[in-house]
């Protein structure tokens, strides 16, 4: 599996003719973890879900080349697209609480994310759903499955969604912001089990986050966005050592508590970031 | 300033709270931190008047607060929330928004304290007639700061107020929290889940876990490591930092 994108560029039309939210982006992925880091609004989101089409139906999307194992996500058919989503690549939202069907329970949503792809009986597919959800370290996973996701805490939902995410064996896994409503132990629990899942499965894995520091530590790889730019490209453990004056903003404006600071440095964007 | 003793909150028969201790100095800052569901909002919104179902005694510059508390005391203490988009009222303006504790307290010269306002929290004057959606995410916790401010309050609750900001934008609100506290001489208790903001802000703080404060110490303290209870240390443990190679 590999993913390509060159040069894309997505729009949406405004009261001022179009406006560009993500400009020019290139960027390949393999069997690792890359991981994009940038603030509200500088287009990382976009650009992942453009790879999955599953933008809003005003934006304008074109590239280069925006392939998905070969296949060219700017000409699939919609049919083409349905193999891809949710069964070769998954998409892993922020909020349990507004991603998972309010009215199913945790095993039956599994359950169907299995059998769109493996095409069993019912009853194997809630085994498998059961498995998945020991797979992904919940301890009573009769319970979870029997469990609608109101009862669910937020760490639980999470796994839920990862669960079915892994039901039809992804090659690429998208994971958006899947860990910043958690708490800290949760986060790291959830970072520890995709980790373990990537390597185990071989696949590739795109994590979208605001946190520098999370992302530098479970990542391999590093694209720092701005203003729907790809401002810098790093291994992530160089991240510390970033050249550019944006990367080094956000670096410098985090409260730490290894270096107390006086004051907290404020971001003074440079226009020139923008060209 | 603020001194909270033996606090309990029940939930029907959840006790949320169990048995809270700490004191605030003038013009200081105390944070609390702890997992979700350790009680620590609890323990702000029982502060704040926003939940009368406690028991244990608390007092606010010497005055014993009761379960409900009179319009003085709303004057004198106010809140911040993590979600400024959920807390303003999104039909209307800042204007409106900023207006509203000044009529409430009869507080006259509208005009001139409203603007002033903006200046204080570093807003343009032109946000006076934005509404919430409008403005940008950070803009709004400004809106949400300021608002707080009008009545002239001697202490601030702050829960979570910048978890929900980017973190170019909460490192300016943690400075103007910062220059506010300076000016006004205001007393602070915040609550995050961020040990990091926590101790940029608060000399010291507390760390709760189950309903109980298990452990008070100073940021410094925090900082070098000097810590006593295993959640301290989990926790200290769990926040992440850049790693200087």
Known sequence: ?275 | MISVQELRVKFGTVEAVRGVTFAVGEGSSFGIVGESGSGKSTVLRALSGLNDDWTGRMTIAGHALAPSRGRDFFRRVQMVFQDPYGSLHPRQTVDRALSEPLEVHGMGDVDRRIRQALAEVALPPSARFRYPHQLSGGQRQRVAIARALMSEPEVLLLDEPTSALDVSVQAEVLNLLADLQDRRKLTYVMVSHNLAVIAHLCPQLGVMQGGEMVEMLSAEDLRAGRVRHPHTADLRRLSTELEEA
Request: aromatic content about 4%; glycine content about 8%; proline content about 5%.
């Open chain 1, 1 to 275: 599996m590999k993913v390509e994108i060159a040069n894309l560029t997505i729009s949406f039309p405004s009261p001022q003719g179009m406006s560009q939210a993500v400009r020019g982006v290139s960027m390949t992925l393999g069997a690792e973890k890359l991981g994009i880091v940038g603030e509200s609004g500088s287009g990382k989101s976009l650009t992942a879900r453009a790879l999955l089409r599953l933008l809003p139906p005003a934006a304008v999307v074109t590239a280069d080349r925006l392939q998905f194992d070969g296949i060219d996500i700017l000409k699939a058919s919609e049919r083409d697209m349905r193999a891809i989503r949710g069964k070769r690549a998954g998409l892993i939202l922020q909020d349990p609480k507004y991603a998972l069907n309010p009215i199913m329970t945790a095993g039956a949503q599994i359950a169907e994310a299995w059998r769109n792809q493996k095409k069993g009986s019912a009853k194997e597919a809630m085994q498998a759903a059961i498995d998945l959800l020991a797979q992904v370290q919940i301890r009573d996973p009769k319970r979870v499955a029997a469990a609608y996701p109101h009862e669910l805490s937020g760490g639980m939902g999470q796994r839920v969604m990862i669960a079915m995410m892994l039901a039809p064996d992804p090659e690429l896994l998208i994971a958006d912001e899947p860990t910043s409503a958690l708490d800290a132990s949760v986060q790291a629990e959830i970072l520890r089990l995709m980790e373990d899942l990537v390597s185990r499965r071989g696949m590739g894995l795109i994590l979208i986050s605001h946190d520098l520091p999370l992302v530098s530590h479970f990542c391999d790889r590093v694209a720092v966005m701005y203003a729907g730019r790809v401002v810098e490209e790093l291994a992530a453990g160089e991240l510390v050592r970033a050249q550019h004056a944006y990367t080094r903003g956000l670096l410098d404006c985090l409260p730490t508590l290894s270096h107390p600071k006086g004051r907290l440095a404020v971001m003074s964007r440079d226009p020139a970031w923008l060209a």
